[in-house]
């Protein structure tokens, strides 16, 4: 399985961060200056970094060390120091001399050709695929949930608002900024919202009436004759209450927008879609099982504690 990995620079703490298998990793960093270079590119100076990357020691104890004559060592202890890479740690006083202890200052180092720029908390996470919904660390589109209220040809009532609401938080964990409402009933929407905006949509046909519109021009739909979902790619039907289906493709009323669909067989199968995100959003991110080049995922609701109620999901596809 080829793992995620992503390193970055946080300019405010100075830190590398390598987001691997789910887990944040740092590793203190140092800028140096790019003119310092030439001067430091030298084999004894590397060497004398490892020397005292876990111990502090004084010139002496590294040209013992290394079989180096002292005089050569304060040179490139200088040449460090002015480089700010290392620093006195401490002083003592050995055989009536002073002697410097000196530390590294860093883990890793670094130097800048540019200037750090402001960044989105989507682009530190080195993720993609919530983009163009969010865009500079703002939302950049509409959610569409359905009607609690009776509506449609079999008077239906969505439940899904209140998963809705665990997605808005996973989608809040990426934001700066929360400008004006971006949340509307299906009963609410118009044919201009649709055409202008890109589109996260919520809940399966019955119970969304933009879903109902789309459903089919998905890769994988909810296919009515045969009371499951169809995915044109693997050519599998799942009927299981507890499936739940994620697609992202282009927005069927704007080919230059995009549309994030999340949809169940039931209420269950919605939630096991969302929690899809809470728990396994690297798993979701990546293309679908049979063909990675269409982002379209089956996935389904699994209840662990046998309460009644989805706490897990397994991606099928």
Known sequence: MKKFIKDKIIANTMKILK???????????????????????????????????????????????????????????????????????????????????????????????????????????GSDFLTPFIEKGELNALIIVGSPDPHGPQKARSKDGYFGMDLALFLGTFLNNINSSKVKLDTEIIEEDLKKNNLIILGGPIVNKITEKINKKMPIYFDESKKGFYSTISKKIYFHDEIGVINKTKNPFNKEKKILLIQGLRNSGTKAAIISFLKNFQEIEKGNKYNKEIFSKVVEGEDLDSDGIVDNVEVLE
């Open 19 to 125: 987001i691997k298998d789910k887990k944040s990793l740092t590793l203190k960093t140092q800028e140096i200056k790019i003119n310092e270079l030439s001067s430091l590119n030298n084999k004894v100076v590397i060497e004398i970094l490892k020397i005292i990357k876990d111990s502090e020691l004084y010139p002496k104890q590294i040209a013992k060390k290394l079989k180096i004559h002292e005089q050569n060592i304060y040179y490139y202890i200088k040449k460090l120091e002015k480089a700010k890479i290392i620093s006195v740690s401490k002083q003592e006083n050995i055989n009536g001399t002073v002697a410097k202890f000196y530390k590294i200052n860093s883990d890793s180092f670094f130097f800048k050709i540019g200037d750090f720029k402001e960044s989105s908390k989507l682009e530190e996470s």
